[in-house]
């Protein structure tokens, strides 16, 4: 099984560049979600999505946008990409709502911004 | 406002010795809570959780985690520690907002387990 796949393990961009990470899941998950992760921070949610045509903001969404336009797929944009976004970033899945479901986590990405 | 307290940053122990790492949560309601390991350079793996019943949860790797509802903690610990125990752990806790699943994790606790 792949579970949660995310793309690219690394990149690096210039300041005011672009660009998309990709997440699939084929689990048939209703719910994804992306999360930033820093030194002494933790899990920090950027975005996450309840289904397909549904996505709201998380805790840290300034600078990111995302669309789930399939079950399977949840990118994230980066829009103008800034220093303050280096971080290593993880792709999320959850079967539903429910609270006690467990998390996937894809291997994330490793982004650097210059 | 619901939160998750893990109040060491590290914890070093022996191999071979029993090790505790520290939850503490503030959920109103009742807690589900999780325990999540991340190897270097890996995403977070599920140990275990609790979502009701018995107090004490075991999970993967030996790795059990015992409820205290009074004491709002939720500490995860291993008879004997192995070296290849190291790694950051995550404690995690589920609440309800507006009806959608939305987890809180703590900061992570890294684990070193020297030979």
């Known amino acids: 099984n792949a579970g949660v796949t995310q793309t690219p393990k690394f990149q690096v961009l210039k300041t005011g560049q672009s660009m998309t990470l990709q997440c699939a899941q084929d689990m048939n998950h209703e719910y994804m979600s992306w999360y930033r992760q820093d030194p002494g921070m933790g899990l920090r949610l950027i975005h996450y999505s309840v289904g397909a045509g549904i996505t709201d903001q998380g805790e840290v969404p300034n600078g990111y946008n995302v669309s789930r336009s399939t079950t399977e797929d949840f990118p994230l944009r980066l829009l103008s990409a800034a220093p303050s976004q280096t971080s290593v970033y993880f792709c999320a899945s959850t079967q539903d709502r429910g609270l006690g479901n467990t998390i996937y986590f894809g291997e994330g990405s490793w982004l650097t911004v210059v | 406002a619901q939160s998750v307290a893990q109040p060491e940053d590290q914890v070093n122990v022996a191999e071979g010795n029993p090790l505790t790492v520290k939850c503490t949560y503030s959920?109103?309601?009742?807690?589900?809570l999780f325990w999540y390991v991340q190897y270097p350079n890996r995403g977070l793996q599920f140990l275990l959780k609790y979502i009701t019943g018995d107090n004490l949860v075991k999970g993967s790797y030996g790795f059990e985690a015992e409820f205290n509802k009074s004491q709002t903690s939720f500490h995860l610990k291993k008879p004997s520690a192995l070296v290849s125990d190291s790694a950051l752990y995550f404690c995690a806790v589920s609440h309800a907002s507006g009806g959608s699943y939305i987890p809180t994790f703590g900061r992570g606790t890294s684990l070193i387990v020297h030979p």
């Open positions: 959920v109103s309601g009742n807690p589900y």
